[in-house]
């Protein structure tokens, strides 16, 4: 059975603001909380002052960027986590945008796949217990944590098309994709995944979605909430080239015509209860073990109140 979940709708810029968000994991039937990158706040340390304030969740970070910090960093951060929270963490990572590779390294990968990989094997290895002795062309390890009782980590990593999923299907225990159509997901993602498990000879990872979406209410302009809480992916280059792929042309030039063909190309859902529910049906149907529900462009137009109350509306819909 597919869970839901919820994905903050914003980066905090104080660690309180999770709390709400925290709250409705905690006492609703959110699977889990997942924050993602965030240029103001680390998500590790607010997942922990959630923890420390009394909110005790599983949580996910979808996804965190690789140049930001060495995956032995990356590993350590994580298990902390799960000993704190006391819940299983999934630490998802991701080799993020060119321009940002260039920023903080220089310059970008020149193998954005052969980096993910050398950064999972050093993730993986230390979790695992294991001393990682690795010499890789991007990241390099001679190092190991010392083992602590602690809740599971799962390493994940974030997906887009069939290249990397291939890489997660060999290396992490958990696949994350961001604005990805149902139908993508079951025609690309899902067999890459299959195929790079079967060719290490390991399990499938588990498929983590996490989905924009927002209610249709009276009066609401939802190519408007998808360009408050959307506009920077859809100006990204890898995500607008996943975009076209799947049929839906983004036109960066005219941002509403792009929010419009998001809503229409099934990236984006929006609608009715019952029309959301159907809708995130076909994720659940094409693979994916778990969505995270995605309300940032809400919460950008009409405030957090808002936000929460539709997010814990259309969990008591699709867990019903």
Not at 297 to 314: C, D, F, K, Q, Y
Request: hydrophobic fraction near 45%; charged fraction near 20%; glycine fraction near 10%.
């Amino acid at each position: 059975m597919t869970a839901y979940s919820i994905m903050m709708p914003f980066a905090p810029a104080r660690s309180h603001q999770i709390l709400p968000y925290a709250a409705l994991t905690q006492w609703s039937t959110a699977h889990r909380l997942w924050q993602g990158q965030a240029d103001i706040s680390d998500p590790n340390q607010t997942f922990v002052f959630a923890a420390a304030s009394g909110f005790r969740v599983p949580v996910g970070t979808g996804v965190l960027l690789m140049p930001n910090r060495h995956p032995a960093t990356a590993a350590q951060l994580a298990q902390t986590l799960a000993m704190t929270t006391g819940h299983p963490v999934v630490a998802g990572y991701g080799p993020g945008a060119e321009a940002l590779q260039r920023s903080l390294l220089g310059r970008p990968y020149r193998s954005p796949l052969t980096a993910t990989r050398e950064y999972l094997t050093i993730m993986r290895g230390l979790l695992a217990g294991e001393r990682v002795e690795y010499e890789g062309e991007y990241f390099s390890c001679r190092f190991a944590l010392r083992p602590v009782p602690s809740p599971p980590v799962e390493v994940g990593v974030g997906v887009l098309g069939p290249a990397m999923a291939r890489v997660a299907g060999e290396l992490a225990d958990v696949a994350i994709t961001w604005l990805v159509p149902a139908a993508h997901l079951r025609d690309v993602i899902v067999p890459a995944l299959r195929e790079g498990a079967e060719a290490a000879g390991r399990p499938v990872p588990r498929l983590v979605s996490i989905v924009p979406v927002a209610l249709d209410t009276d009066g609401r302009d939802l190519p408007d909430v998808v360009i408050a809480g959307h506009s920077g992916h859809l100006r990204l280059p890898h995500y607008a080239t996943m975009l076209r792929r799947c049929g839906i042309d983004i036109d960066t030039a005219d941002p509403r015509a792009a929010a419009t063909a998001l809503i229409k190309g099934g990236a984006f859902l929006g609608g009715g209860l019952a029309d959301v529910r159907e809708q995130l049906r076909h994720h659940a149907d094409a693979g994916a073990d778990e969505i995270a529900l995605n309300l940032s462009g809400v919460h950008v137009r009409h405030g957090e109140t808002t936000a929460l109350r539709e997010l814990h509306m259309i969990l008591e819909e699709v867990t019903a």
